[in-house]
């Protein structure tokens, strides 16, 4: 690859999923990529057109994965939440085999440079595990820290921004006012196809300033009370529709740990989340690390906008999980 080149073959591991669609949207809007979506035989998702699709088989075939990453310069991993815990270390050791420069980790979130959260964010050490093996294959990670999903993590219910959105009861995480920075789907997907369109080196802005490196970029730095407030706007409703309660997030994080111990799957959002918003500033990577939005030309974006996007996702019974 010279110098002035930006990547042109892009391969992505979950091409049709909530954040794996945008990704694709965005780098095809481009027109400087060709992205292929790696997909199990059963796949039931929908590629747009231009995608060309690859059938692979994650547990019994690596050939399959080797033979379909082959030639490929930008690997994308998006995993869904219930993907086998082996099915990543796969995936790298494919792509290394493969000769694959450089991979996108299934790491999206977190400061991976905040060594606290890390160890108490139980994502955490997940993360910088799974950034530890594109390095021990002698591939390059590019990691996304892109905080929260809004979408998902406004839709799903309490245990993770604290909104019940269907029965309008909140739960502010101490006073409600800690401020953390979250993305939208949309926001993730063109700061990849804004990455990728970049020379890989050579200048500023190249790829190869992030290679191995976390890549902070970032839609919003709000607080739950500012969230409240654009539902409020979106909606029509005012503080007196709502039931409003007040939690610690030291409290809450034990309490979900707790739930974790008692098999209540959902604790683990809940003690993941709280630990995030700890008032000390943890969870604001933009002003402890800075962003990379202005850099890579990222649009500013309206904040109602992405919120009333999620309140039609939980008015048509948007779930996940089904």
């Not at 815990?85 to 000769?99: F, Q, S």
């Not at 009370?225 to 007040?246: K, Q």
């Not at 962003?291 to 904040?303: H, S, T």
Request: aromatic content about 10%; proline content about 4%; hydrophobic content about 35%.
């Amino acid at each position: 690859m010279s110098e002035t080149n930006h990547i042109e073959r892009v391969a992505i591991v979950g091409a049709s999923g909530n954040l794996g669609k945008h990704f694709v949207e965005e780098l095809l809007k481009t027109g400087k990529h060709t992205v292929t979506a790696l997909t199990r035989a059963d796949s039931k998702g929908t590629l747009p057109a231009g995608v060309k699709r690859v059938q692979v088989d994650y547990d019994d075939d690596e050939q399959s994965l080797i033979s379909a990453l082959q030639g490929q310069q930008f690997l994308v991993i998006t995993l869904g939440v219930r993907a086998p815990p082996h099915i990543h270390p796969k995936l790298v050791e494919a792509a290394a085999k493969a000769g694959v420069p450089y991979i996108m980790p299934n790491v999206y979130g977190f400061d991976i440079q905040n060594k606290s959260l890390g160890a108490e964010n139980l994502y955490g050490k997940v993360s910088l595990q799974r950034c530890a093996e594109v390095e021990s294959h002698g591939a390059s990670y590019v990691a996304m820290c892109c905080g929260f999903w809004y979408e998902w993590s406004l839709a799903l219910g309490e245990q993770w921004f604290g909104f019940d959105m269907k029965n309008k009861k909140v739960t502010f995480f101490d006073d409600g006012k800690t401020r953390i920075s979250v993305s939208t789907w949309r926001q993730c997907g063109r700061a990849l196809a804004a990455l990728l369109s970049l020379p890989e080196s050579g200048g500023s802005p190249a790829l190869s300033q992030w290679k191995n490196k976390p890549f902070y970029i970032a839609s919003f730095l709000i607080n739950q009370r500012d969230m409240l407030d654009s539902i409020h706007r979106v909606t029509g409703t005012t503080d007196h529709d709502w039931e409003i309660s007040y939690e610690p997030t030291d409290q809450r994080y034990k309490d979900g740990l707790d739930e974790m111990q008692k098999g209540i799957r959902t604790g683990f959002a809940k003690s993941m989340y709280s630990r995030v918003f700890y008032p000390n500033g943890d969870g604001d990577f933009e002003s402890s690390r800075g962003l990379a939005n202005d850099l890579i030309g990222l649009p500013k974006e309206e904040l109602d906008d992405a919120t009333k996007r999620t309140v039609e996702m939980v008015e048509s019974g948007w779930n996940p999980f089904d």
